[in-house]
Each structure stands twice: as C-alpha cells, then as structure tokens.
C-alpha cells in the first residue's frame, strides 16, 4: 500500500513538475496555440477551401495593407506563400512554387527576393508560420480573404484602380488550389501571375505608396 | 443513479468547456480526451494532432511530443481513465449509443463474439494505432491518422460543412475518411463503447496509467467478498466496457464510470484513493 503511495507521488511529483516546466520555459504553449488550435489544419478537416480567383481590395478583416506590402508594389507584384512545418497541402505546393519562380529555399526558411516570371520583376516572399516573424504572421491574417485561416495560403498582390486611386488589389488562393494534379496547378498558377503583371502593369504609373 | 446524472451533468458540460471557441476561447492546451481542433468551435489542440505534428516526416520536437503527453500523463495519474468516462465527447456520444448497443448484444453472434476468447487480443489494436498510424507512419510517411480519423469528421468536417455550406470541397482523402466514419457509426451502434474498447488511441494513452492512477475502483477485501458476494454478475453485466468487473485489478480498460458500483447489490465495490 504504502508502495503504490510512493510511486503515485512520485509519479504525479514528475509529470506535474514536467509539465509546469515545458510550459514555463518553453514556447511549447504558444505554438500549439498559434500552430494548431489558430491555423485550419485542413488534414483534420478532409476539405479543401474553394479557391476564388477574384481580385479585392478589401482586407479580410479590414485592416490596412502593411507597409512592407505597401512599399514593395513599386518594385512588382507581390507573391506571399505562406506554410508551416507540418502540412500534407504545404509539402504538394513547395515543389511547383519553387518551379514557378526558380527558386531554391528550406522548409523553415523567411525567404524575401525579387525573383524573374516571364521577365517581369516579382516580390516573393515565403513564411513559415511556424518559424516567422510577428509582422508575417499579422500579413497571415490580412490577406485571409475567406476567412479560412487555412495553410498553404498564397496571396497575390498587384495594383488596382479604385475610384480615382490606384490601390493594393489582391487575391488569395488555399490549400492545394482544388486541382487534382501538379501541372494543373501549375498552369492555374501561371494564367493567374500573367493576369495580375497585366494589371499590375495597366496601373503601375499612378501607384505612390503614401 | 443519482451519481451516473453527476457524470453526465460532468460529460455535458465538459462538451460545452470543449467548444468555448465559439465565444472567441481558444487556447494552447491540448485536450486531454479526443477531440479534434479542426471543429469550428474547438477550445484547444488534439494530442494526437500534436503528437504527429512533433514527428512529421523524420522531424523531431521534442516539447510538442511531451506536451500532450504529459497532459494526458497528469490526468492519468490522478484518475486514470476516468476521463474517458466522465469527460471525452466522444465517450457521451457513446453513452447515447449504448443503449441501442445493449439491444444488439443480445443477438447470439453479437454475444458469442464479446464472449470468444479473441475478444481480449482485439482491445489491443488501440496500442497498434498509436503507435503504428499516430507515430510511425506520421514519421515516415505523413499524417495517415489525422486524413482518416472518424472523430475529425464527426466534430470537424460535418460542423464545417453545415456552417460553412458552400466554401469547402471534399479534400483527397475525404471519401476514405466518410467510410471509415460510417464504419465507426457501425461500430458504436452494436458494441457498447466499442471505440473505447477497441481504437482510441487516447485510451491506449491513458489505460496503463490505471495501473498506478490514484483513484481507482477497488473490489471488498477477499473474507468480505467470499462472505457477501451473490455472484449475480450485475456487476460485469452492466459494465459498458464489458470488463469481468469481479476478477479486475486496476484493470486498464476500466473507465472508472462507476455502473458496477451502482449495480451491486452488496455495496461491495467502490472508488478508492
């Protein structure tokens, strides 16, 4: 009896003690908060977010465009590819990105480069939302246009006129694009980059950050 | 009966603490029964979401592993499986299902398979699927568990789909997933807690822990139950998780629901500290 006592203290002395630990001292809490329980995970739910091409110039929750955004749209049309470490859907999209833009970057990589699509200048930028910063991660959210709060998220971002001003114009694609195979998302992805230079380029002149 | 009302006033409320998310809570815990964050309304992580998120494909994170583990491991010291009785969502569902279980038990098959003696090795597959699909197949190939887990689809894809009509399309792994999700309506609807007994990687968890868990149900001392037990079997009966209730000690399946100790008509079994 008085055995089974000692094991059980001991036993409920070292999870208790581990646990209040592993959350103490580590981010443990902060991950699962903003790695699971915050972002879709869209294996869990066996569904694909329909993607909607259409361009906006709303955010999703109404929030200014952030200023990297702002700023980089004089350079081109900007590219967001966001992922995380654990994702069926980000582990399809890594390889056709990478083809599209020819570019090479790690897993848990903050990648930010101009890179060349059809000899047209394109800001990409590439966020693991696991392993990014405070500022990535609020973009996460700004251009969740559906409100699906899902990943692979990719966001593509050009110029629009709006009532007399040129303004940030975007759309947002998820998950695996709701295409069956690579070269269809490919080809969906290209039609889309050729269709937002267009109109980046039809309204690039009139565009001021400020 | 009065104390299997205490635990369903405690099963239902620990739903609705379960999906607190709809009023915007949402924290960094995992739960410590099966539950999937995926549901629109979830409160906090699935562990066993976190579980193969910590190995997915050849990686290692060390504290996502432990975390939910331990969680789990507190719970499981202090009560064993209790949380499977008096807390899991799913075990509620359960609850509901028993019934019309109960009636299925009575056809001879259904009886004669609870009886056969291959019954016992079938509670193991539960060990097979935590550590074959959670673990081993999350690190060598990706989330197997996590595209066809039942409960996702119960608590996640339907909620999803009734809420969201319109926005989602069937992922790659959707119609595997339904089957299986029909096969474990099958399941619960003729074996009382058969997904207890049988699948539940939580359970897996969570069973050895009633090995040293603190609280426990406990049989009379051995003069006492020679001396008063009527041997009428109400006890094993009634057991949900269709435990031989008379010959148990700390047995891992026990979901501490406490039938056995309303049923017995000698008063000779009880929870125990």
Wanted: a neutral charge.
């Amino acid at each position: 009896m008085k055995k089974m006592l000692a094991i059980q203290i001991s036993a409920l002395i070292i999870v208790s003690g581990s646990l209040g630990g592993i959350l103490i001292f580590t981010d443990v809490y902060e991950d699962v908060h903003s790695g699971i329980v915050s972002v879709l995970c869209l294996s869990c739910l066996k569904l694909e977010p329909i993607t909607q091409t259409d361009f906006t110039f709303e955010t999703a929750y109404s929030d200014p465009h952030p200023l990297f955004v702002l700023e980089n749209l004089t350079n081109g049309v900007i590219f967001l590819h966001y992922s995380e470490d654990a994702c069926l859907g980000c582990d399809i999209m890594y390889p056709i990105i990478q083809d599209l833009f020819n570019i090479t970057f790690g897993k848990e990589d903050m990648v930010n480069e101009i890179v060349n699509f059809e000899g047209f200048d394109i800001v990409f930028y590439y966020t693991n939302i696991d392993h990014s910063s405070d500022k990535m991660k609020k973009s996460f959210s700004i251009y969740d246009k559906n409100h699906i709060s899902g990943l692979p998220m990719f966001a593509i971002i050009t110029l629009g006129y709006d009532n007399g001003i040129i303004r940030p114009y975007y759309t947002t694609l998820y998950g695996t694009l709701g295409l069956d195979n690579d070269k269809d998302r490919s080809t969906f992805l290209i039609e889309l980059m050729q269709e937002s230079i267009d109109i980046y380029n039809q309204n690039k002149e009139g565009y001021s950050p400020n | 009966m009065e104390f299997q009302i205490k635990r369903l006033l405690s099963q239902i409320l620990i739903f609705f603490s379960a999906n607190l998310g709809a009023l915007g809570l949402k924290t960094g815990f995992c739960y410590p029964f099966f539950y999937c964050n995926s549901c629109p309304a979830a409160t906090s992580a699935c562990p066993l979401r976190a579980i193969e998120q910590s190995v997915y494909k050849n990686s290692f994170y060390w504290r996502l592993l432990l975390f939910p583990i331990l969680i789990l491991g507190f719970f499981g010291v202090t009560s064993g499986r209790a949380i499977c009785g008096w807390a899991c969502p799913i075990g509620l569902l359960q609850r509901g299902t028993g019934k019309i279980a109960r009636k299925f038990k009575k056809y001879p098959s259904i009886k004669k398979l609870g009886q056969h003696q291959i019954e016992r090795y079938l509670r193991y597959i539960k060990y097979f699927i935590l550590i074959g699909l959670v673990i081993i197949s999350s690190f060598l190939i990706g989330f197997i568990f996590t595209d066809i887990c039942p409960i996702g689809v119960l608590t996640g894809t339907i909620p999803t789909l009734i809420l969201y009509p319109g926005k989602f399309v069937p992922g790659y792994y959707f119609l595997a997933a339904i089957i299986i999700f029909i096969l474990f309506l099958i399941l619960i609807f003729t074996i009382e807690r058969g997904w207890c007994r049988y699948f539940c990687p939580i359970g897996a968890i969570l069973a050895p822990f009633n090995k040293i868990s603190m609280l426990h149900i406990s049989i009379a001392s051995k003069e006492k139950f020679d001396k008063e037990c009527l041997h009428c079997n109400a006890c094993s009966n009634v057991c949900p998780m269709g435990i031989d209730v008379i010959n148990m000690n700390r047995d891992p399946e026990c979901i501490l629901c406490g039938k056995c100790i309303n049923i017995c008509p000698k008063n000779l079994i009880k929870y125990e500290r």
